[in-house]
T-cell receptor, first 113, second 109 residues
Framework: DADVTQTPRNRITKTGKRIMLECSQT?????MYWYRQDPGLGLRLIYY???????NKGEISDGYSVSRQAQAKFSLSLESAIPNQTALYFC????????????FGDGTRLSIL | GEDVEQSLFLSVREGDSSVINCTYT??????LYWYKQEPGAGLQLLTY?????DMKQDQRLTVLLNKKDKHLSLRIADTQTGDSAIYFC?????????FGKGTRLHILP
């Protein structure tokens, strides 16, 4: 079983719809992250959380929101999706403390028409 | 701000060595990482090096760190078709990890 599970793996939806991407982990890590990956742009950090109810903005948080109601779960929402949010989205976790490596889920491919 | 630079593409013949280079900017980085991304999958931690080391070897992988020049490299010996992937260099920066844009390694027969 995967340690970091993302659902759904693929999603196609229309402009203006609200979408939620889920991430759950069995690693017992405190820290969780959401990234988006675009061709030629690498990974960009959207939001991160160091504990339950702790939320921090990343590099590109506009248009997104997150929720961390439990240690094992971190969800990403697009309140009103737009086509330039079409991307591959990754959730990652890490143990507490600086410099710990991050462990990634397999990603959610999101297409906004 | 922090930045991690790496070339976008590398082609190598099967059986040769691959060398992927990376430069970073945060001199206070404690760890530097190499991640591998295969098609349809997330990033997998390949190896990492602590900043007080200058070399780390793990089977076919050799990581070299030049702290003075802020240069990191990953050498893959005897490159195989299964090594075809995107390789990301990353540096620790405070509570975050900063990723490069990734180098796509293409294996020629």
């Amino acid at each position: 079983d995967a340690d970091v599970t993302q659902t759904p793996r693929n999603r196609i939806t229309k402009t203006g719809k609200r979408i939620m991407l889920e991430c759950s982990q069995t690693k017992g890590h405190d820290r969780m992250y959401w990234y988006r990956q675009d061709p030629g742009l690498g990974l960009r950090l959207i939001y991160y959380s160091f504990d339950v109810k702790d939320i921090n903005k990343g590099e590109i948080s506009d248009g997104y929101s997150v929720s961390r109601q439990a240690q094992a779960k971190f969800s990403l929402s697009l309140e009103s999706a737009i086509p330039n949010q079409t991307a591959l989205y990754f959730c990652a976790t890490s143990d507490g403390g600086s410099n710990q490596p991050q462990h990634f889920g397999d990603g959610t491919r999101l297409s906004i028409l | 701000g922090e930045d991690v630079e790496q070339s976008l593409f590398l082609s190598v013949r099967e059986g040769d060595s691959s060398v992927i280079n990376c430069t970073y900017t945060d001199s206070s980085s404690t760890y530097l990482y190499w991640y591998k991304q295969e098609p349809g999958a997330g990033l997998q931690l390949l190896t990492y090096i602590f900043s007080n080391m200058d070399m780390k070897q793990d089977q076919r992988l050799t990581v070299l760190l030049n702290k003075k020049d802020k240069h990191l490299s990953l050498r893959i010996a005897d490159t195989q078709t299964g090594d075809s992937a995107i390789y990301f260099c990353a540096e620790s920066s405070g509570d975050k990890i900063i990723f490069g844009k990734g180098t796509r390694l293409h294996i020629l027969p």
